[in-house]
């Protein structure tokens, strides 16, 4: 498989996770600040009980479009976030493997620790 020459480093995808966690934060408060949190919870008791008062204007479909690209925003942070935790857990192992590799891998080493025999 040829490889693209593009890698996502660390670095990367944290900014990534905090730009997605910001803009999800953005979006909550504004929703709250201009009342459309308010048109949403009314569209969809409007949607459940057709007796319920008319939901106002805006459509349906905007609500949908926000809340999906606020929810999307939410699972793209907490995706950064497995990929961070699994990478640091990948560096943890493979700094173990070495210091493995360093103290026992060592011929010297090894060679101190297995019992001489005695000559008889």
């Known amino acids: 498989m040829p490889d693209s020459g593009y890698k996502l480093t660390q670095r990367t995808w944290r900014i990534v996770g905090m730009a ?3 803009l999800a934060g953005v979006m909550s ?13 009314r ?5 459940m009980d057709s007796d319920a008062v008319r939901a106002p204007s805006s459509s349906g479909l905007a609500h949908f479009i926000y809340w999906s690209i606020f929810l999307l925003l939410i699972l793209t942070t907490l995706y950064m976030a ?3 935790l699994r990478y640091i857990r990948l560096q943890y ?3 173990k493997r070495d210091a493995f590799g360093r103290t026992l ?3 010297e080493f090894r060679k101190s620790i297995v019992p001489k025999e005695e000559d008889g």
Not at 29 to 37: D, R, T
Not at 43 to 47: G, N
Request: net charge negative.
């Open 93 to 95: 192992i493979a700094g």
């Open 105 to 107: 891998g060592d011929k």
């Open 29 to 41: 408060i504004h929703a709250v600040q201009s009342g459309f949190l308010g048109q949403t919870i």
């Open 82 to 84: 497995v990929i961070d």
């Open 20 to 22: 997605s966690l910001v």
């Open 43 to 47: 569209h969809v008791v409007y949607l």
